[in-house]
């Protein structure tokens, strides 16, 4: 077990890491900008019928499904869906909130709320396949 946990807690790292880079580290320094209207996106996919616009919201989602399966694995508190999903929300936030004050990106309530979307699909995963 203590293997087990060891793993899954560096899967963890290497995972936020990665989430951090992607919407952080390695992005330019640009100006501050934010888009505050919520579902401005999935508008622009029923109009449009772009990819474009499905790799933005499913993106989003599937950035942060992982969360949402680990968190319950790594501690027991986010085994209930407010501390988990919480916890999705509040990161999605930060992340936002550094990237409007950095310029590494735009600020947007649709990525919070893809993002959150995300966790509570990965938590709603883990309580299917631990029930099994």
């Not at 996106?41 to 790799?55: A, C, I, P």
């Not at 027991?76 to 909130?97: M, Q, Y």
């Amino acid at each position: 077990m203590k293997y087990y946990k060891f793993f899954v807690i560096s899967a963890f790292v290497i995972y936020l890491y990665i989430v951090f880079h992607i919407t952080l580290i390695d992005r330019s320094v640009g100006q501050r900008r934010h888009m505050i209207e919520l579902f401005w996106e999935y508008k622009k996919l029923f109009e449009t019928h772009s990819r474009y616009w499905v790799g933005q919201i499913g993106g989003n989602i599937i950035m942060l499904m992982p969360l949402g399966f680990m968190l319950p694995l790594i501690s027991k508190k986010f085994k209930k869906f407010t501390p988990d999903v919480l916890t999705g929300f509040l990161l999605s936030c930060f992340i936002e909130t550094v990237q409007y004050f950095t310029g590494r990106g735009l600020f947007e309530f649709d990525d919070i709320f893809n993002n959150t979307l995300g966790c509570f699909i990965g938590f709603f995963i883990y309580n299917i396949l631990s029930n099994l």
